[in-house]
């Protein structure tokens, strides 16, 4: 492997990892709807911007931009409402992280029966696995008699079941060879907008849109958008360009550690012994997922 691939993949699992660091900073002066809204409407004015200059920008109509809007709310929008809420709730970044790493190992188990090939048996047991390693994570930081913490751990497998359904939308739309696909630049600029609209109500009415714009908040949010949004998305296409999609995507399962570290040196955050074990079993899972068995 190439001296500069090795850097860009560090590039990319540090800069996508940051954003669990840098939402739960943002978290500290605007409500997790509000955040998100002023980061896919700050994304969607610079797609905007970039594809009118490229003179790019056109409507595809419905039947592809509506399949891709879709994704884009479900991949960015729910997804990422629930991280920052059940950070919002008190979850520990890299917690969130562990238990959203769920998405790969769900994705695997379910793509066959979204394009109608057989799954095998190694993908469901690596899912069940993994799943154990985030029960045995997640249970010992509940207080169950609170159906607050209860609820507030739950929170991020809405996060999995989210990205879940887009990535099985969007399999099926790669193997159908459907005229829904898109090129990569209006693909995301029709998802930020998407996900823009959709976090608009919520935003308004659960926290009228209150932010307090201070030098971190902005600071912040700035690199959500140019660093992590623009920056870790940009890197991830001139990997896939140099590398198989399959190896780009096992670089997400990262996160955990990446996010765990640096939640520690951000905010002091501490590992619990079960938490290892949760790490540990979430990678096995993910390898058992991804081996072949003849």
């Not at 991949?75 to 991280?83: D, I, N, P, T, Y």
């Not at 169950?144 to 969007?170: C, H, K």
């Not at 009415?205 to 959500?224: A, R």
Request: proline share 4%; charged share 10%.
């Amino acid at each position: 492997m190439r001296q500069g691939t090795i850097i860009m993949i560090i590039g990319f699992v540090l800069l996508w990892n940051s954003g669990f660091i840098g939402a739960e900073v943002g978290l500290s002066y605007s409500g997790p709807f509000s955040l998100l809204f002023w980061r896919y409407l700050s994304l969607t004015l610079i797609l905007l911007l970039y594809l009118l200059t490229r003179k790019r920008l056109r409507w595809v109509g419905w039947s592809a931009a509506a399949p891709n809007m879709l994704v884009g709310v479900l991949a960015h929008g729910v997804w990422l409402s629930c991280v920052l809420l059940a950070q919002n709730y008190g979850v520990p970044a890299g917690i969130v992280a562990l238990v959203v790493a769920l998405q790969p190992m769900a994705t695997g188990a379910f793509s066959g029966l979204a394009v109608g090939e057989p799954t095998p048996v190694s993908r469901w047991v690596g899912l069940l696995i993994g799943f154990g390693g985030v029960v045995v994570t997640v249970v010992p930081r509940m207080d169950l008699e609170s159906a607050e913490s209860i609820f507030a751990y739950l929170i991020p497998l809405g996060s999995v079941v989210a990205i879940t359904v887009a990535s099985l939308i969007q399999r099926r739309m790669e193997v159908r060879k459907t005229s829904s696909r898109l090129p990569a630049d209006l693909t995301l600029f029709y998802q930020c907008l998407a996900t823009a609209l959709a976090l608009t109500l919520p935003a308004l009415v659960f926290e009228d849109s209150t932010t307090q714009w201070e030098n971190t908040f902005v600071f912040s949010m700035i690199w959500l958008v140019i660093g992590v949004s623009m920056g870790a998305y940009a890197l991830m296409w001139q990997l896939i360009e140099r590398m198989d999609a399959t190896r780009v995507a096992s670089l997400f399962y990262l996160g955990p550690p990446v996010t765990m570290f640096m939640a520690w040196i951000a905010f002091g955050d501490t590992l619990m012994p079960m938490d290892i074990v949760g790490l540990v079993a979430v990678f096995a899972g993910v390898l058992l997922t991804q081996m072949k068995f003849r």
